[in-house]
């Protein structure tokens, strides 16, 4: 068995980690790069995925600083979004592992790049809102990252070494650095993606796996 790492608080990214929304996500992201910027759907999903893990509002402007077509193509993806966003499946463990976390006597957060209303509707409708301690989404001045961390870690009393944060994106490790600890979750990138970038902790195929690595505290 793998050292456990204790923890007090396992926060989870929302789109590709719980919900299996990000096939979705991307093709709506991609289709408004191509529709309002004029580039190629190869370029767009290259750029798409080199910023996964941020708001779009977010991806967009780091790919094209200072385009006057942004605001449009922003609007658009979250019009597109809030339309099917309620549709997306949950990963068939995630609920399982939720509730076996909980049982471990940690709390269970969200920190999404996703709009707060938007996730908690979405739970609300499978009834499992009440699984969360508190679920973070994004606003402008309150990202996923140093923000969130810190909201949790002062709201809550949470040391932040006795926070996991569990993610599939490259951008989720790199903003959980000097904070928390780290699962990667490997489905959009592969776990060399993740080593490369400099992750030493564990990389988990199937979120059921989360449990196998922490501890209480
Ligand atoms: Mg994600």
Redesign the pocket.
Known sequence: MPDKIPCSAIVF?????LADS?PFLESIGVEMMMKYIGISEEEATSRYRST??LPYEQQVKMSFPDDSRNQAAIEEFEHLKIERIFEQELFPDSVATVERVRTKGIDVFVSSSTFQPTIEEYFRRRGILHLFKAILGYRPGFEKGADHFNHIHKTYDIPYDKIVFV???LK?FERSRGFCRFIAVSRMFKARDFRRLGHKGPVVRHLSEVTSYVSTV
């Not at 990214?13 to 980690?17: I, L, R």
Request: negative net charge.
């Open positions: 990214d929302f789109d590709g980690t990000m996964t893990g993610g599939d994106s989720d």
